[in-house]
């Protein structure tokens, strides 16, 4: 049944990768740029779809759909669209005029897809979008004071967000929903192996993370930049599994004991 809602007219463009979200003209609209929030749902359908049926095009059309929106219609928060229709890709001087930014539903519903497509594989980008996602568009959407919910993000110079607490919108109702997918995709596991794509809050401690059993020799806590901005910083951290961390610690100690023999050398020497 869910695949005789099939919209061949982007579905089919999705499947071959190509980026048609801008130039496409709809029968019922005379100008480019089609309506975001209606493609999105229907490539969290055609994910879903393969994770239920294993036919690889419904993967790839979404996967191919989540690249070309990601990569070339959203915004450093993680949001696109402006008047709820997808902009000219890669234009960003052009497109962050509109007042009306972002719309809260499309974020909403990439997050969706993004989870679907990382069930399937489980890749760092997908985890990677969500929290950028996540943080900067997602949770930004009600007014914690209000409960006003947030319709558009504009981006624009100057200008303001409206959150309603009685709205009605598409958005009102969706960012109801989008809070409670704030504990989601912190890790996910399989028999044997687990991922960790975020850090635990330090209690009392606002905008201090901490990681848990992720960084070896011992776990680090982050803190926020403008805390440190006058000290001396550097964090570089590679990723690694078990065997390799293995080989690093093997080489950490034959370094260690050759520090020591240096010292202890120079010393005689002396
Ligand atoms: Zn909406």
């Not at 679907?116 to 959407?141: I, K, W």
């Not at 960790?196 to 070896?216: Q, W």
């Amino acid at each position: 049944m869910a695949k005789r809602f099939r919209d061949e007219y982007v579905y089919a463009p999705m499947l071959e990768g190509r980026d048609v979200l801008h130039s496409l003209l709809h029968p019922r609209r005379k100008r480019p740029g089609l309506h975001a929030n209606t493609q999105i749902p229907k490539f969290t359908g055609y994910q879903r779809i393969y994770e239920l049926t294993g036919e690889r095009d419904f993967n790839t059309a979404a996967l191919n759909f989540w690249r070309i929106v990601v990569e070339h219609y959203s915004y450093g928060i993680g949001g696109n669209s402006a008047r709820e229709h997808f902009v000219a890709p890669d234009k960003w001087e052009e497109s962050i005029r509109h007042p009306a930014g972002p719309e809260s539903c499309n974020t909403y519903n990439m997050l969706k897809l993004t989870a679907g497509l990382f069930r399937c594989d489980p890749q760092p980008e997908f985890v990677e979008f969500y929290e950028r996602a996540m943080f900067n568009h997602a949770l930004s959407t009600v007014n914690p004071r209000t409960g006003g919910r947030i319709y558009f993000t504009a981006l624009c110079p100057m200008a303001y967000r409206t959150s309603d607490p009685g709205s009605t919108l598409c958005c009102g109702f969706t960012v109801m929903e989008m809070h409670f997918l704030a504990h989601e995709m912190i890790y996910a596991h399989t028999s044997d192996q687990l991922w960790v794509s975020r850090l635990d809050p330090v209690h009392g401690e606002p905008m201090h993370f901490r990681t848990r059993n992720l960084v070896r020799p011992a776990d680090v806590t982050l803190k926020p930049f403008f805390e440190m901005a006058d000290e001396r910083y550097s964090a570089y951290l590679p990723a690694m599994n078990e065997a390799s961390w293995g080989m690093e610690q093997t080489r950490r100690d034959k370094l260690a004991a050759t520090q020591l023999t240096v010292f202890m050398a120079s010393h005689t020497m002396r």
